[in-house]
């Protein structure tokens, strides 16, 4: 018995040392920490990012970093199918470990508490206990994070924070004390390292990223991801800080300027299907790279055209067909006669005022419950003929008939995203599906169907999911796209603090 068990306690040593869990060395003096990425179900992809107010909504998956005496720090992911990629820091000394996403559309770094005791899914993950660490400060200021699908509460403290090598000193983070609902419950990851802007952190804290780059921790303000798409390779990428490694890109960055601190926010051009213009976004579009959502998200006009040319399967929105029923033709003649295309649906009364919302149709939303139901019926007809005026401006530009504009608005009712924004495709018919490109700076960048749709589930019981989601944010925030790990997987992308600019290249 006693040399069985020690036979296994030097088996398990030996697993502990070669497991590529643990941070090593690499011969340019770089340190890898490797980061696991889970498997997409139906229990973990839901989408995060902004919600339709601009208001920053749940999401998140990544990892975690570290540097030494070198000029860039490496961390290295896992890949589990494309969905979540989550790695591990450590706050407080001695050390206490947690698993986190590292996470650039979001600013505060936050890990359950010890004194979280109402939350089920406290009890599922590791807690940070304030009274083992001989470098904890008190701070006790309350905190909270709403997302779209769940939130956190709880307090701020003090601590050291560790990223694979590096200790980032004297760092603020939020102690959780509250997780309600299931999305915390069924994650994989502890808690989210966020590497945004200050100006979006919560109590104004000072993120990880600006403490590393203040306490003199890395020699470039730079970081960067490249995600290993290949599902079939444990490897999930690697997320760099201080530098960019040139294994991991082909060719050179495209760089556009940050135009909002807050999120890595930049402008965007055109969006191509099939090398067809789809028109909302010709006069430009507003987008976020963020490595904490996994799929791509943009407005619903133009994600109603891209599941039509890949026959995604959404809902049927009868609002969409009534108001091609009985406000087509009129939109058609307007469009027709060169009227304004933003004043067309304000002109037949279904928007209160060029397609914006009336602000004395908000406060009666505030004061009279039934209003603010007749309103939301009110605005559903307003974007619904808001889209239908872009899909008529692009039909007419090919200069198609009254009979096909209108079978075509058809069908592209049909395709209208399900409430939860998911649409399934044909996993046999990527071969006939068209790519969807992007306008960033002067260069195009293209996903094919294979980049673009995700599978759930393993064959024979597989399903495949449109990697595209709607999400409509009015002006001035919008038209918004959230580029998430979708694109990311595809293009190596560089989050440049100095410069203020991102950059994107084709992923190597």
């Known amino acids: 018995m006693g040399t069985r068990y020690g036979a296994c306690l030097i ?96 600013s505060n770094l936050w890990v359950p508490s010890a004194k979280c005791h109402f939350s089920l899914a406290c009890y599922l993950h590791p807690k940070y206990k304030s009274s083992h660490s001989s470098t904890y400060k008190k701070n006790g200021t ?10 956190i509460s709880g307090y701020f403290s003090n601590d050291n924070v560790k990223v694979g090598d590096l200790v980032v000193k004297d760092q603020d983070f939020i102690e959780a004390t509250r997780e309600p609902g299931i999305t915390f419950l069924a994650a994989k990851f502890d808690g989210i390292l966020g590497l945004g802007f200050q100006e979006i952190s919560v109590g ?8 590393m780059v ?82 791509l998200a943009g407005p619903t006009t133009i994600i109603t055209q891209i599941n039509h040319a890949i026959g995604a399967s959404g809902v049927v ?21 060169k009227a304004a295309p933003q004043q067309i649906c304000s002109q037949i009364g279904l928007c209160s005022r060029d ?30 003929c808001e889209m239908a005026v872009v899909w008529m401006q692009n ?45 960033v700076g002067d260069k195009t960048f293209e996903l094919t169907p294979q980049q673009y749709v995700l599978k759930v589930g393993e064959a024979p019981v597989a399903q495949c999911i449109s990697g595209f989601t709607a999400l409509d944010v009015p002006p001035p925030r919008g038209p918004l796209w959230i580029l998430g790990d979708v694109f990311m997987g595809r293009y190596h992308t560089v989050f440049d603090y100095e410069k203020m600019r991102v950059g994107f290249a084709e992923a190597a």
């Open 317 to 337: 929105s009868q609002e969409c067909k009534s108001v091609v029923s009985e406000y087509g033709k009129t939109i058609l003649d307007l469009l027709e006669s």
């Open 204 to 211: 104004k804290a000072v993120p990880v990223w600006y403490n």
């Open 214 to 295: 203040n306490q003199g921790l890395v020699k470039q303000s730079v970081f960067s991801f490249w995600f290993n798409r290949n599902a079939e390779e444990e490897e999930g990428g690697e997320l760099v800080f201080g530098g960019v490694d040139p294994n991991h890109f082909k060719g050179e960055h495209t760089y556009v300027p940050v135009t909002h601190k807050g999120y890595w926010q930049f402008d965007m051009g055109d969006v191509l299907v099939g090398g067809e213009t789809t028109g909302f976004c010709s006069g430009g579009c507003s987008a976020i790279a963020d490595s904490g959502t996994s799929l």
């Open 355 to 384: 397609g914006g919302k009336d602000v004395s149709m908000i406060i009666e939303s505030v004061v009279d419950k039934h209003n603010e139901a007749s309103n939301g019926v009110h605005d559903e007809m307003c974007r619904v």
């Open 395 to 439: 039909q007419l530009r090919r200069n198609e008939t009254a009979d096909r504009i209108f079978d075509y608005m058809n069908k592209l009712c049909d395709r209208i995203p399900s409430p939860m924004g998911e649409s399934a495709v044909d996993c046999n018919s990527l071969a006939s599906m068209p790519n969807v490109s992007f306008t």
């Open 11 to 106: 088996a398990v040593c030996l697993l502990l040392l070669l497991s590529p869990l643990v941070f090593s060395v690499s011969n340019d003096g770089l340190v890898r920490v490797e980061i696991k990425k889970r498997k997409l179900d139906q229990t973990n992809h839901v989408f995060g990012g902004i919600d339709s107010n601009g208001v920053h909504s749940a999401r998140k998956y990544r990892l975690g970093g570290n540097v030494g005496d070198s000029d860039s720090g490496i961390i290295a992911l896992k890949n589990y199918l494309d969905a979540q990629y989550f790695g591990e820091i450590s706050i407080g000394s001695p050390p206490q470990k947690f698993t986190v996403i590292f996470d650039t559309g979001s």
């Open 142 to 151: 309350s905190a909270a994070i709403h997302y779209g699908t769940g939130s």
